[in-house]
């Protein structure tokens, strides 16, 4: 399978700060490899979301572009596909298929906006993808759309490295620390695959 990053377009610093978080949290719990914000510089932002990456472990990459089609035509170069999630687009069920088939192949740039995407983006996506044509959230289209393109399966993987970890409850919490030797372990693992 492909690579998955998401491009996070047109962040407002004051407007977007709770929204690009949860799009971040989405992205990372959802499988992407990295994201890239686009929009207003916010290194307050990613500081946060980078030290909640090292607080729950896995290795998403975040970083900021101003210019987002340098990284459309940067993707573009390197063979990946460009899935851009707006409710004009084709609904993903009639789509997914195609998609899953593609993804086996190549990586996937997945770009959702804020709150006005401009036309050029509708050109340069290899797909425009609707999570049905009813307008909603980029969170909501997001996960939806990771979910659907990996059947199911992000949701049972395991993050590395965490220094925080859950246990399942049928009521209450439970979240143990978990020690720096087993960390790491995961670490090295990490390093030899
Ligand atoms: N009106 C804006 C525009 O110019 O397209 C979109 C605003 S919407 C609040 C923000 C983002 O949510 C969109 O750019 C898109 O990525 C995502 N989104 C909202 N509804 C969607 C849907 N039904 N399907 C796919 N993406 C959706």
Known sequence: MGKIVVLRLGHRIVRDKRLTTHVILTARAYGAGEIILSGER?????????????????????????????????????????VHLTVYGINLPDIIDELRRIWREKDVMVVVGSEKVPREMYVVADYNV?????????????????????????????????????????????????????????MENNEDS
């Open 130 to 186: 609707a999570v049905s044509n009813q307008p909603h959230s980029e969170v909501a289209a997001l996960a939806t759309f990771l979910d659907w393109l990996q059947e199911g399966r992000e949701l049972t993987r395991e993050f590395k490295s965490a220094e925080l970890r859950i246990i399942p409850q049928k009521c209450g919490k439970k979240v143990i620390r978990i020690e720096q030797s087993e960390k790491d372990k995961d």
């Open 42 to 82: 916010d290194d307050r932002l990613i500081d946060r979301a980078r030290k909640f990456v090292e607080k729950w472990g896995g290795e998403l990459e975040i970083r900021y572009e101003e210019d987002w089609k340098k990284i459309i035509r940067e993707w573009r170069e390197k063979g990946g596909v460009i």
